[in-house]
């Protein structure tokens, strides 16, 4: 059976960890995150488990993590990696979770919110900007796919972010 959690995707620096945390307290639902979930389990931080255990690891625990979710949660707010919905069987997990909500943002933003971050290993390197570009494009139609909610998040303000979902989450 379908869950009633609300599931938060997109990609790296799109606000779903922000928006997720305002949103449980607009809503009075708990907030999880997959990837603290995962490092308070694996007792590491995300860059180094890509480190020392690789990312195919990785993604078996975050694959874990939402089944194990879809175990036990329910009314709550989930907000989850920038890669997990476009692995291989993942959104169809993402799905019996909850509504899926796809925070959809620009190259340019993402570039200008995670400049200075290097909590991603995804994005370490030469030339971020080019990796922001060819791994959003790629994934662009997957996160689409799995959406039952696109939002545009660009240029608007956390509470008109809020505002969007919670008026899809009353149905008006
Ligand atoms: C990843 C996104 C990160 C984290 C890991 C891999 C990705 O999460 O899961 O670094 O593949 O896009 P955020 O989207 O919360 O940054």
Redesign the pocket.
């Given at each position: 059976m379908k869950k009633n959690n609300i599931i938060l995707i997109g990609?790296?620096g799109c606000g779903?960890?922000s928006v997720g945390i305002r949103l449980s307290y607009k809503l009075r639902r708990a907030f999880l995150d997959t990837?603290k979930w995962i490092e308070q389990k694996q007792k590491k931080a995300?860059s180094d488990i890509f480190a020392s255990e690789g990312e195919a690891a990785f993604r078996q625990m975050e694959k874990d993590c939402i089944r194990g979710f879809i175990e036990r949660e329910n009314n709550k707010i989930i907000s989850t990696?920038?890669?997990l919905p476009v692995q291989e069987g993942n959104c169809e997990l993402l799905k019996k979770l909850g509504k899926v909500y796809y925070l959809r943002v620009t190259p340019e933003t993402v570039y200008e919110r995670l400049k200075n971050d290097t909590s991603?290993?995804?994005l370490a390197g030469e030339n971020p900007m080019a990796k922001i570009e060819s791994l959003l494009a790629q994934r662009t139609p997957l996160y689409e796919a799995c959406a039952d909610v696109i939002i545009d998040v660009d240029g608007k303000s956390f509470e008109e972010i809020l505002e969007e979902i919670a008026e899809k989450e009353m149905g008006v």
């Open positions: 990609f790296m779903k960890t990837d995300i990696g920038g890669g991603r290993p995804l």
